[in-house]
């Protein structure tokens, strides 16, 4: 009964305090602010102010040092590490083609993912989910006015990105609206979604890609079991095809060191749930355990989503106007 009780208090608090999306303090990045998904690398433009597409992008985890439950939307330190990494090297990547609109969020804590079985993590994914969801109500509200949109999403981000497409995209008439969702750096299996389909072609609309990017030989999927037959559809050629695809096709890398795209040549193919790539040797991509090049989902790729997004959006009004 107790629990019951608190459980029922957890959301009822989170209902009351939920973020004011009205306030663009509460926004990581917006069109008419001026912010980090504005920055370009060099040779690159900004091009919000004319594009025809929105971009609701939301972040992965910054509170890397919270041990529990969810990280104050005010802290500054955590906001300073989201527009100073995700919102500048990964959200920036759709600025050529979309608006961009990235809410800060109660995000659960990374010590939430290695428990997240537990009702205390299950609470803080549910609080950081209630957030992305009244920050997309107020951009549909608001801003959207029947406009295209782009999901994505990095890690925790892609996690809310999923359960967003079930409840706002998938069979739904908003889905006629939805450009592609790049579901990324989180695993993601085709049972998530019911009418939501693998996008299989670069040219395609409508649907989603996902991947996680490890180095070759990874053995992550014997130790995560989630990552077992997730969707991986490599960024190279847009395919699912279990096929290596030489590095030429790699159109450009935003670099670690630099923060200038750079043309480090590294080739890819799908594994069993994951991107499987060859070491990149430029750039200081430097993977983590168990070869994880997570850190990069966006960034050794950032020329290949870039063009890709424009395309798509291309292919989308071509379809609509006929």
Known sequence: MKLIYLSISILFCNLIFATDYSNQQNWAAFPTMQDNADWTPKGLQNKQDSAQADVFFIHPTTDVAGFKGNANIDNKMINKQTDNFPIKFQASVFNESCKVYAPRYRQAALNNFFSKNTDRSKEAFDTAYQDIKAAFEYYLKNYNNG????????????????????????????????????????????????????????????????????????????????????????????????????????????????????????????????????KPQDGGFVPMVMKNYHLYDYSLFYINIRENVKLRIQKYFEYTKN
């Open 147 to 278: 406009r295209p949109i782009v999901i994505a999403g990095h890690s925790q981000g892609s996690m809310h990105a999923q359960r967003l497409l079930q409840e706002f995209f998938d069979g739904k008439p908003l889905q006629k609206q939805l450009i592609e969702a790049y579901i990324i750096g989180f695993p993601t299996h085709e049972t998530k979604f019911q009418f939501l389909k693998i996008s299989e072609k670069a040219d395609t609309f409508g649907g989603y890609i996902s991947y996680s990017t490890f180095g070759q030989d990874s053995k992550i999927a014997t130790i995560v079991p989630e990552y077992n037959n997730a969707v991986s559809v490599n960024p190279l050629n847009w395919s699912t095809e279990k096929i290596f695809v030489a590095g030429n096709s790699q159109q450009g890398s935003l670099s670690k060191k630099s923060e200038e795209i750079i043309h480090t040549v590294f080739g890819a193919r799908n594994g069993n749930g994951i991107l499987e790539i060859q």
